[in-house]
Nanobody, 122 residues
Framework: QVRLTESGGTLVQAGGSLRLSCEAS????????VGWFRQNPGKSREYVAL????????YYSASVEGRFSVSRDGAKNMAYLQMNSLKPEDTATYSC???????????????WGQGTQVTVSS
């Protein structure tokens, strides 16, 4: 059974930092690109960052580039999202997802975690 589990979300002040973790099991993690997405109630899901299966390639949305950094540890089946200089508009539920494809389209992701809440106070 494939499982992705996020952790690390919490309440943080604007300007602060957080690192989210995504632990994978039940799949050959290195074969999958990992995407981080975020969503607020009543709004569509927004991609945040992508990382390739081998970790060599990353891609960021314009809203987070320069502030967020995505990485992964193949030996531990983990992916991470380092978030710096957080802004109130970064508040959302953050989810990691795995896909065979290199894509920002959430519909192309086969496996999803349950999400972790990040709240940035002003």
């Amino acid at each position: 059974q494939v499982r992705l589990t996020e952790s690390g979300g919490t309440l943080v002040q604007a300007g602060g930092s957080l690192r989210l973790s995504c632990e994978a099991s039940g799949l050959t993690f290195s074969k999958f690109a990992v995407g981080w997405f975020r969503q607020n109630p009543g709004k569509s899901r927004e991609y945040v960052a992508l990382i390739s299966g081998n970790g060599d390639t990353t891609y960021y949305s314009a809203s987070v580039e320069g502030r967020f950094s995505v990485s992964r540890d193949g030996a531990k089946n983990m992916a991470y999202l380092q978030m710096n200089s957080l802004k109130p508009e970064d508040t959302a539920t953050y989810s990691c997802a795995a896909s065979w494809l290199w894509t920002v389209d959430a519909d192309d992701y086969d496996h999803w975690g349950q999400g972790t809440q990040v709240t940035v106070s002003s």
